[in-house]
């Protein structure tokens, strides 16, 4: 059962790893083909911006956290549950909480699979798992 799950949920890190590199590429794209034309450049411009821009706590967590934080994989504190979440504030301090998230702790991993966040995105991410 054990080793069943560790298979899903490597597949499902593959899965979004590969995806966030994809996207990656379609950005380095679009900024190499900018100079072109210039209808294709106000496109790529508005493009590259839109994926590159902040994105709110409610994006990254329905793209990169939900997986696990919905229903609680591997004893995740869930979404909206707020004495799990200030269980663990309480005993480690948000910011150990965050780096934590940051460098994967247990069967947490590393940036929680979102491949192209920033570290802030991960807290936006924390804060609206929090609400
Ligand atoms: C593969 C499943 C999985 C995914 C995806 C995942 N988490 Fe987690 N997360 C866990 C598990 C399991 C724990 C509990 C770890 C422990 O305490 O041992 C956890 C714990 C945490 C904690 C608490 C850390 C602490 O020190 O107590 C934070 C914060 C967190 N996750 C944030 C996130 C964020 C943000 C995302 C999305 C960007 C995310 N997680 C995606 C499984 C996941």
């Known amino acids: 059962m054990k080793k069943l799950l560790t298979l899903i949920l ?3 890190l593959f899965v979004s790893v590969a995806h966030g590199a994809k996207k990656d590429t379609d950005e380095e794209i679009a900024e190499r083909i900018k100079p072109i034309g210039s209808v294709h450049v106000a496109g ?3 493009e590259s911006a839109a994926a590159a821009g902040p994105r709110s706590g ?16 591997l ?5 909206g549950d707020l004495v799990a979440w200030q269980t ?6 948000f910011d150990t909480v965050w780096q934590n998230a940051i ?9 929680g699979t979102c491949g192209n966040c920033s570290n802030d995105d991960i807290k936006a991410a ?3 798992m929090m609400e």
Request: net charge neutral; hydrophobic share 40%.
């Open 10 to 12: 490597s597949t499902c």
């Open 126 to 128: 924390i804060e609206f």
């Open 44 to 46: 790529a411009a508005a």
């Open 58 to 73: 409610a994006d990254i967590y329905n793209t990169a956290c939900v997986a696990c934080h919905a229903s609680g994989v």
């Open 75 to 79: 004893g995740a504190p869930k979404k």
């Open 88 to 93: 663990r504030i309480d005993e480690k301090t």
């Open 103 to 111: 460098n994967g702790i247990g069967g947490m991993p590393p940036m």
